[in-house]
């Protein structure tokens, strides 16, 4: 197919970044992503969707094409995190609630060592799951987190030091 | 380096992430607003120049819009109610009426929530019957309409008539999530925004092909994985030259039936818009001179035969679109006074993109 040579205009529409493909191409890991941070599939894949109807708005705005996939990110990103503030509003005085993932009905899916990881991991303080999650989910580095979450490298780094550490207490390692 | 605790949480991470079902993943839905926005911006200026703003807006927004038409001043005219609450009829859009037409316990509640409206006066219901006879009165003339709209396609409805000086929008807000509410419409006020003659005041929008269009009458090439979510072009259509802007000029004035023409310009098209949107700021704000198209608008005969004028002008080239003043002047009438929707117009309804 022929294809004819786009003016300065053109060219530029092109770069911009299409968030509907970015989502389209990180679908499933971008549920996934949720799905650790949330615990069930089916808010993971709600707050994914959510996420995408929200940017999907503003795709001719972002111009950066390196910065797409953390913006993306971030967005699903803050979708967990008003899931699980919402959660924490309306089971305060209630039973907590227990998703699936790391509940006990789910042993067939995970094994008891895992899902014990996974409840320390939601005992801990909410930035320093996020951070734990993002470096020993994503294997993003500092700087990458950084922007995800919108916090500085060293914090990040910081954060991600305090949170293994808090884990291992949590677990009984003495290391 | 990494420590055994490192190993665990990445292992158990890895673990939790692959419990997705991926045969069970819902696909995501696209809202699809940047394309309504493109479609959306060609109609509006389109109406800028019959109608008010206003009332443009309520053409162009869907029911249960946030920007939906602001009202201006209390009606004045006895002959129409102040505002018509449809219920959810057979023809209803599903995104307002997902439980399908109205319930009688719905009814109940409308009737309460009207009642206790603040500013309004007088609630009449009207049946599908009365309606209908109303209807077939009005349109007495248009076999074509008679002949696809029954009884049963005409959703009830409350008229609504308001205390002097109340604002219908004010009173009438809270309804607009209610169940079993369908669209609500101001009569009144579109009858006094568009006065007894608008008919001899429609035209035809002849819209040209600007810089980097989508349109495929613009010779723009949809990529084969181009969706209306995620829009791709193998090749965007070209601006219309001077030169063919002249001869389309000359040519639109020798077709039969077009009374005069006359042309605009993007920077007229512009003033137009922000003046009828002045109201809007956020639209406005957003909206930049070079997203405007320029027109011809037409006058045609009112003994003329549109559809054929509307063909033949659809197939000049470095026309983009075309739209009938006329029929967007009579859909929003048939939805004001009748609660249809304007896909029902048939033939009528403006092209979208």
């Given at each position: 197919m022929k294809v004819e040579q786009l003016s300065p205009g053109g060219a530029l529409i092109r770069k911009r970044v299409d968030v509907a493909a970015i989502f389209a191409e990180h679908h499933v890991g971008l549920v996934r992503l949720a799905l650790v941070m949330v615990g069930d599939q089916a808010t993971a894949e709600d707050v994914v969707q959510e996420a995408f109807t929200r940017t999907h708005a503003g795709?001719?705005?972002?111009?950066?094409p390196d910065k797409a996939l953390t913006y993306v990110r971030s967005a699903v990103f803050n979708g967990c995190r008003s899931v699980m503030r919402r959660r924490a509003t309306v089971f305060r005085r209630a039973v907590p609630y227990e998703p699936?993932?790391?509940?006990?009905?789910s042993a067939a899916l995970l094994s008891e060592e895992r899902r014990e990881v996974l409840r320390a991991l939601r005992e801990l303080p909410g930035r320093q799951r996020e951070a734990l999650t993002l470096r020993y989910?994503?294997?993003?580095?500092d700087q990458e987190i950084a922007e995800t979450m919108g916090i500085s490298g060293s914090t990040a780094r910081s954060t991600i030091a305090r949170g293994l550490a808090a884990l291992g207490r949590a677990l009984g390692e003495d290391s | 380096m990494n420590s055994p605790m490192e190993d665990r949480l990445r292992e158990a991470l890895a673990e939790a992430g692959a419990t997705v079902d991926t045969s069970t993943l819902r696909p995501l839905q696209s809202s699809g607003r940047p394309r309504v926005r493109v479609d959306f911006r060609l109609l509006a200026a389109a109406g800028a120049v019959v109608l008010a703003g206003t009332v443009t807006a309520a053409v162009l927004i869907a029911p249960?819009?946030?920007?939906?038409a602001a009202v201006a001043n209390p009606p004045v005219?006895?002959?129409?109610?102040?505002a018509s609450v449809f219920l959810c009829?057979?023809?209803?859009p599903s995104r307002t009426c997902p439980g399908g037409s109205v319930t009688a316990e719905q009814t109940k509640a409308i009737v309460r929530a009207l009642r206790e409206g603040?500013?309004?006066e007088q609630v009449l219901y009207v049946s599908q019957d009365q309606a209908y006879a109303s209807f077939r009165r009005d349109y007495a003339d248009d076999k074509a309409l008679l002949g696809t709209?029954?009884?049963?396609?005409l959703p009830p409805s409350f008229q609504i008539k308001l205390k002097p000086g109340a604002d219908p929008k004010v009173s009438l807000v809270?309804?607009?999530?209610?169940?079993?509410?369908?669209d609500i419409t101001f009569p009144a006020e579109a009858v006094k925004e568009m006065g007894p003659e608008w008919e001899k005041n429609a035209d035809v929008s002849v819209f040209l092909c600007g810089e980097q269009s989508s349109l495929a009458s613009c010779g723009a090439v949809a990529a084969?994985?181009?969706?209306?979510s995620a829009p791709r072009f193998v090749k965007y259509g070209k601006a219309i030259t001077p030169a063919q802007r002249r001869a389309l000029g000359k040519e639109i004035g020798a077709?039969?039936?077009?009374q005069s023409t006359h042309f605009e310009s993007q920077q007229q098209a512009y003033e137009n818009f922000q003046r009828s949107y002045k109201d809007n700021k956020a639209l406005a704000q957003a909206t930049?001179?070079?997203?405007m198209p320029e027109s011809f608008r037409l006058e045609l005969r009112p003994d003329a035969d549109w559809d054929k004028v509307i063909t033949k002008l659809k197939g000049l080239?470095?026309?983009?679109t075309v739209v009938n003043g006329k029929c967007m002047i009579e859909q929003f009438m048939l939805r004001t006074h009748y609660?249809?929707?304007?896909?029902?117009?048939k033939g009528c309804a403006p092209q979208p993109g």
């Open positions: 795709r001719g705005r972002l111009r950066d699936p993932v790391w509940s006990a009905e989910y994503l294997d993003l580095s | 249960g819009d946030e920007r939906r005219d006895q002959k129409y109610a102040d009829g057979k023809l209803s603040p500013g309004v709209i029954d009884v049963t396609d809270r309804m607009k999530s209610m169940e079993g509410v369908g084969p994985d181009s969706t209306s077709i039969p039936g077009v930049k001179k070079s997203d080239p470095g026309v983009a609660g249809i929707s304007a896909s029902m117009g």
